[in-house]
């Protein structure tokens, strides 16, 4: 079971956390931690795979938390979500730009938000904590979700994707916010003009009266039939680029008209999805029915080294080929980070593992 730091002092809310994951036994363990100082000290040394920070209690100093995990690439490993009042909302959403962020979930919709959310993550945890998969995308990686018509559950599943290709060294700050602006409107189109079928010239009714976009969503999907529709939504990363398709259940629309507008002015409130992810992002293309889409993001072509804030102020040590750092039996509590090279495992003068730069370790945990 992995911990999972809690930070606030909302004890009505900590309690609603405790009784959901409770509804995941063997997945995740709140640990409830009441100050700043505490939880930068657990968050440094435990590394966690996802904590959640009460964005709206002020008696924690959430901007020093979230400012500091900023600071630690390493800390940008593990997932955020984010607890707020509906009326800090965009201060939350300021406050977690440019972070490891999951879910930003207001606290009136705690308990199904929540929930919904855990189901994502243990599903998909490889997108969280991945020093180990770090190797693999050296090959090619390929996989998909298959999601509801749901805008905060595709938030989350386009957090995971676009976090991982950054903490990977795939992207960079500028490169991953165009990605998640083109998959949140390749994927609302899919579920707005898609599968719920709602015209440009509906939609533009709508919001000219007045009303947001999202009560349409949901005045459809009162429709068990297209409450049942799903968007499949599939990713392949390899060295170079990644590649993503995104398939709806509706009908299809013209899609050769929207590509032939091209300069052409639209001065309506929505409609610019496909030339602003077209600017974004390389090689947009369509099924013959639209659909389906499919696009890419080329990588970047030099990682950046990354330390660990814990060790940023330290000095170097270098040892030679052949020279034991810690032996079996020994007595050590010292935190190594491997800058570069290669270090052996031995056991009865046999080499049985070796670790490298992606791995951090303490010395007695050497031999476990």
Same mark, same amino acid.
Request: glycine fraction near 8%; aromatic fraction near 10%; charge should be negative.
């Given at each position: ?29 709140? +640990? ?8 930068? #000290?657990? =968050? ?5 795979? !996802? /904590? %959640? @920070? ?28 984010? +607890? ?8 939350? #959403?300021? =406050? ?5 962020? !999951? /879910? %930003? @979930? ?47 559950? !595709? ?214």
């Amino acid at each position: 079971m992995r911990k999972m730091p809690v930070i606030g002092t909302d004890l009505e809310l900590n309690g609603v956390i405790k009784r959901i994951t409770a509804k995941f036994p063997d997945q995740f363990e709140p +640990v409830f931690i009441d100050n700043a100082d505490d939880a930068l #000290e657990y =968050l440094k040394y435990e590394l966690p795979e !996802i /904590s %959640l @920070i009460n964005l709206s209690d002020f008696s924690i100093d959430a901007p020093k938390i979230i400012e500091s995990i900023k600071s630690d690439p390493w800390l940008h490993y593990g997932g955020i979500i984010g +607890v707020h009042l509906r009326k800090d909302a965009k201060k939350a #959403e300021e =406050l977690m730009k440019n972070s490891n962020i !999951i /879910s %930003l @979930i207001p606290r009136a919709e705690m308990i199904w938000g929540f929930h919904r959310i855990l189901k994502i993550v243990i599903q998909h945890r490889h997108f969280l904590f991945h020093r180990d998969l770090q190797k693999d995308l050296l090959r090619t990686i390929s996989g998909g979700f298959i999601m509801d018509n749901d805008p905060f559950v !595709i938030r989350a599943y386009i957090n995971l994707i676009t976090n991982y290709l950054f903490n990977a060294g795939y992207l960079n700050h500028d490169s991953r916010d165009r990605l998640h602006v083109a998959l949140f409107e390749m994927l609302m189109n899919a579920v707005e003009h898609g599968n719920c079928n709602i015209s440009y010239e509906e939609k533009n009714r709508w919001l000219n009266a007045g009303k947001d976009a999202l009560d349409l969503i949901r005045e459809r999907l009162k429709d068990p039939a297209v409450a049942r529709r799903k968007v499949t939504f599939k990713y392949r990363i390899g060295g170079e680029k990644s590649s993503f398709s995104i398939r709806d259940e509706g009908p299809g629309f013209d899609w050769r008209s929207a590509f032939s507008d091209g300069d052409k002015v639209n001065l309506d409130m929505h409609g610019h999805g496909i030339k602003i992810t077209r600017y974004y992002i390389q090689n947009l293309r369509y099924n013959d029915i639209g659909n389906e889409v499919s696009f890419e993001m080329p990588h970047l072509t030099d990682k950046p080294d990354m330390v660990p804030g814990l060790f940023v102020n330290r000095d170097d040590i270098v040892f030679e080929d052949g020279d034991v750092v810690v032996s079996e039996g020994e007595e050590s509590n010292f935190l190594y980070y491997i800058a570069s090279g290669t270090l052996s495992v031995l056991s009865g003068g046999r080499q049985i593992s070796s670790l490298s730069p992606e791995d951090i370790f303490l010395g007695e945990m050497l031999f476990s």
